[in-house]
């Protein structure tokens, strides 16, 4: 919640904030300038003021389509700075230093955000060169963690991801059900399927779905093999983790899914995954840090005689990844189920989050993921999407 | 070419350059790691050697399919140094640093590409108090510079996407002609079928299509009102740049219709916008630098009595944007075609680029543009789409 961040700001006595965007609209830059259509340009937030927009001539309409203040570049200098600099960065740090102090902003900025290393490092200090007091996060991202807490409008923008998401599954659930009939398909046809329905339904595919089958599905991101025909008998994981068009935020799900007869391992497998992700999902509380969970679903594994990252950090079969992530307009946000010293996350009130339990056995054919993306509330969490996480399409 | 990135590296003295990818894939790491399909990683790229890809575990494959050669994070001790850190950015500096140490590297490395800018700054700094030497470019993208001259199968790829994009205009235009007959539509009917058919077609729509008419056509990077009736006797600009799905490479092309009586003016305009582009088109050679043409286009406008970046760097008015830019793997980059004196990017057989003048005057609701996507040869500039540059659809 952009207030998060007026109090982020505050206790790291950073005045001004500036999240720049080259090219590529990157999740921060389109949190703080509420996704405007503009392919360059620089989000600007001083402490308990709204962003403010900096952009460029052609693209000063859709700038303030956001509803946001809008400067535009030339009002300070940027064309005179740029017309003679050899250096870009220095230039850069110029513009920013007289845009900064037309502003009125205090003496403590800060710079976040997906930007050019190469030209951002030497901003830095072009700007400290001159007298700028920078920032130091030693790689604490701010918006990210102001980006924890969900709006309302947000929450509900996941969920109609989560519904159409849902419709391309129940799409797949039903070409894997003609397959069992006895069509012959392969994994590109199924992913293929999904790419089109994404599309059709307003999502983009951010990266290609996970779609894969027997060992491939025992290697968590695999993305699985298009040449493929679907086979019986062996699991079959759908990861599926489309944004929004427009609004960009995402929603992440995966199911387990086998045709013809089930082997009897995979069936066990199954069912501890799904056990170790009702046990995780049923637990979890706001105010309790989020790896705790990823404790209790190492702890559950183990018992069931599997390696864990706990156990075995280099571990390549058991349970090989995280219980879950924070998502919203990055698949993988805070907050982190990491088994770190540093990770203090916490599960809270309107955070978005997945749990997503699995078990791998790449060498066996055998790979088994169960994945919902869940609201926390006050008294628990509460899934985004339908249930039905059964292994029978 | 890749060639070229050696050759860059040897003049700045860099031994082994990187470019890491966290969460969001960015040209330079799509370049450089062959399109990796993996969510997190590393490109590392000695001099004169293949790059090397370092990943996570559960990505290894992907990462391997690439064929280039992969090592895992865990072999730098990445999971001991992430378990116990509070500072994140000195746990990565310590990564590196050991990363760089296994690998033989030399005294000077360099970071590029699109990262989280509060997490690499503080990296520099760690790794340069652990005596490293990281290089300053001031702004500057070898790798960028290197993407400029493309490989033979990247002019066939972009040539692909060129040719489904002519598709899915002669699609709009066909979709005009009903119009004109007195079918009713509206702008987004017209933005649907766009977004559809770029999916469709194996493309992506990385920001959304400029399709807008009227005043909006007037205001270059204007993306049309979606509710708006489609209407007679305005300019109607469809500016296109998808990007195919598994290469990424991108393609650019702009047309300005008009339906019903055509305006005089908007007549007269549109021929001297499509006299501009011819001059320059026919003109460009290799060898020259790119901005020179920026000038021609600008004399030949001028001497039409309209204001121009270079009279007027303020205007909104006449001429008021580039005259193209290269294309690749971003929709943007070199060679740049701007009037600055740092500008000394030159026209270099196998560039792609754009060629895209136009006028605008949005009081006027009239705003032209064309433009094509070109590959430089040996004796001029060859279209990578067909031509039918006319105001009629």
């Given amino acids: 919640m952009l207030r998060d961040l007026d109090e982020l700001m505050r206790n790291r006595a950073i005045d001004t904030l500036i999240v720049p965007m080259h090219e590529a609209m990157h999740s921060s830059f389109r949190w703080l300038s509420r996704g405007a259509k503009v392919t360059r340009g620089y989000a600007v937030k001083r402490v308990d003021r709204n962003p403010l927009l900096v952009t460029y001539p052609m693209e000063r309409e859709e700038a303030a389509a956001t509803g946001l203040e809008v400067r535009l570049a030339s009002e300070f200098d940027h064309d005179r700075i740029f017309q003679s600099a050899t250096n870009v960065s220095a230039a850069y740090a110029e513009f920013f230093d007289i845009l900064l102090r037309e502003l009125g902003a205090g003496d403590a900025i800060a710079f976040f955000g997906n930007v050019p290393v190469q030209l951002y490092h030497g901003i830095i200090e072009s700007l400290e060169a001159r007298g700028r007091r920078v920032h130091r996060s030693n790689g604490e991202d701010i918006i990210q963690l102001a980006r924890k807490r969900k709006e309302p409008w947000e929450i509900d923008a996941i969920r109609s991801v989560g519904a159409r998401t849902q419709q391309v599954v129940g799409g797949v659930r039903a070409m894997l059900r003609d397959c069992e009939r006895g069509k012959s398909m392969t994994i590109g046809d199924l992913k293929s399927f ?37 086979r019986r008998s062996v699991p079959i994981v759908l990861d599926i983790f489309p944004a929004d068009k427009t609004s960009g935020y995402f929603f992440d799900m995966t199911r387990t899914f086998c045709i013809g007869d089930v082997p009897a391992e995979l069936q066990r497998m199954h069912a501890q995954v799904l056990e170790a992700f009702t046990l995780a999902r049923d637990a979890m509380r706001a105010g309790v840090e989020a790896k705790h969970y990823q404790d209790m679903v190492c702890a559950y594994f183990e018992s069931h005689g599997y390696a864990t990252l706990r156990s075995d950090p280099k571990t390549l079969t058991g349970y090989v990844h995280g219980l879950g992530h924070g998502v919203g307009l990055d698949i993988h946000e805070k907050p982190s189920f990491h088994l770190t010293d540093a990770n203090r996350d916490l599960v809270e009130v309107n955070d978005i989050l997945t749990i997503e339990p699995g078990l791998y056995f790449p060498d066996r054919e055998l790979g088994v993921r169960i994945e919902d993306t869940f609201v926390v509330r006050e008294g628990g969490v509460e899934s985004l999407c339908e249930g039905n996480y059964g292994l029978k399409v």
């Fill in 194 to 230: 999904v790419s089109s329905e994404i599309a059709r339904l307003g999502m983009i595919e951010d990266h290609e779905t996970i779609l894969s089958q027997g060992r491939d599905a025992g290697v968590p991101h695999s993305r699985g093999n298009a040449a493929e025909e679907v």
